[in-house]
């Protein structure tokens, strides 16, 4: 079945400084979406990319869909407390029942 | 790795009829399950926080009634949806804890409800 993988588990970094996590698929995926879940709280979606090679901005979250369908990564420029949380990929196959796939997520903390 | 299964993946029922929807953890055990409900593009909406062997803690708007939460076990969580109705229409997602881990969820790969 299935598999996504995403790294890394947990990242520190110090305010100011850039973070990335990326989510692996096994297979070629129909779409992947992106979620934020801040502490205490529940998955909060953030972006749905679908196309091959895209790249999709929100403010200082850059979002990209590798060109091969299989790979996604999340990237956030100059990180501030307020990035705090864990951050879940969902990959969808392209499956006639378009299982969801969710990754373990990526546990952001931001050091002031 | 932690494995959480739901059953079934896709269901179509009457409206009136009930229909109960299950989340394991394969290979571990998860002391909390939580149960989501999530339309299309949209977050994720917690619905209720399952403890093995406690009540279900609810979140407020989501009718306790309507949606039964059993966690019968260390392994198992099901939700029923009683008397549906076609607003009930919608995916469902568990997620497990890792019991004694760092409040790592796994999830499991969702159900579809479609009630005609």
């Known amino acids: 079945g299935q598999q996504v993988m995403q790294i890394p588990q947990y990242q520190h970094v110090q305010e100011g400084e850039d973070f990335t996590t990326y989510c692996n698929s096994s297979?070629?995926?129909?779409?992947i979406q992106w979620y934020k879940q801040r502490p205490g709280g529940h998955p909060v979606f953030l972006i749905q990319?679908?196309?091959?090679?895209e790249v999709k901005k929100q403010k200082r979250l850059t979002f990209q869909f590798g060109e091969a369908k299989k790979n996604s990564s999340l990237h956030i420029t100059a990180t501030q407390t307020t990035d705090v949380g864990t951050y879940f990929c969902?990959?969808?196959?392209?499956?006639?029942?378009?299982?969801?796939?969710f990754g373990t997520g990526t546990k952001l903390q931001v050091i002031p | 790795g932690a494995v959480v299964s739901q059953h079934p993946s896709w269901v179509i029922c009457k409206s009136g009829t009930s229909v109960k929807i299950e989340c394991r953890s394969l290979?571990?055990?998860?002391?909390?399950m939580f149960w989501y409900r999530q339309f299309p593009k949209q977050s994720l909406m917690l619905m209720a926080t399952?403890?093995?062997?406690?009540?279900?803690?609810?979140e407020q708007g989501v009718e306790k009634d309507k949606f039964l939460i059993n966690h019968a076990s260390l392994t198992l969580s099901t939700l029923t949806v009683t008397s549906a109705h076609p607003e009930d229409s919608s995916f469902y997602i568990c997620?497990?804890?890792?019991?004694?881990?760092?409040?790592?969820?796994?999830f499991g790969p969702g159900t579809r409800l479609l009630v005609l």
């Open positions: 969902a990959a969808s196959d392209s499956g006639g029942y378009q299982k969801v796939t």
């Open positions: 997620s497990a804890e890792l019991a004694g881990g760092l409040e790592t969820q796994y």
């Open positions: 399952s403890n093995e062997g406690s009540k279900a803690t609810y």
């Open positions: 290979d571990f055990q998860a002391t909390t």
């Open positions: 990319l679908v196309k091959s090679g």
């Open positions: 297979t070629t995926l129909s779409n």
